[in-house]
């Protein structure tokens, strides 16, 4: 059966750097797409990264330069690597896993009702 486990959120000042990490468990890392989302107070859950089984990557405009989402596949783990955070950063963040996305990867991998599994979200705050 499918798990996802995130870690790695706390509280940071603007500037600093997070690795958020996603243990997962089951056939995730051979069928599956992997992405990240995060909700922030009074907002919609957003699309943050995603890494494709074959390796490739995506993200939002808004952490382009400054995010990285990485695959450790012998390892059941995804990373989600924060620089440069800003307080706009401020959220609950998610590990999700997508078979559709897995399969078809187009034209982008950034909807939420296309993901399978979800973790329990780890809340990552930025200070001023």
């Known amino acids: 059966q499918v798990r996802m486990v995130e870690s790695g959120g706390g509280l940071v000042q603007a500037g600093d750097s997070l690795r958020l990490s996603c243990a997962a468990s089951g056939r995730i890392f051979s069928n599956y797409a992997m992405g990240w989302f995060r909700q922030a107070p009074g907002k919609d859950r957003e699309f943050v990264a995603a890494?494709?089984?074959?390796?490739?990557?995506d993200y939002a405009d808004a952490v382009k330069g400054r995010f990285t989402i990485s695959r450790t596949d012998n390892k059941n783990t995804v990373y989600l690597q924060m620089n440069s955070l800003k307080p706009e950063d401020t959220a609950v963040y998610y590990c999700a896993a997508s078979l559709y996305y897995g399969r078809s990867w187009f034209p982008r991998p950034s909807a939420a009702s296309r993901y399978d599994y979800w973790g329990q979200g780890t809340q990552v705050t930025v200070s001023s």
């Open positions: 890494v494709s089984w074959g390796g490739t990557t």
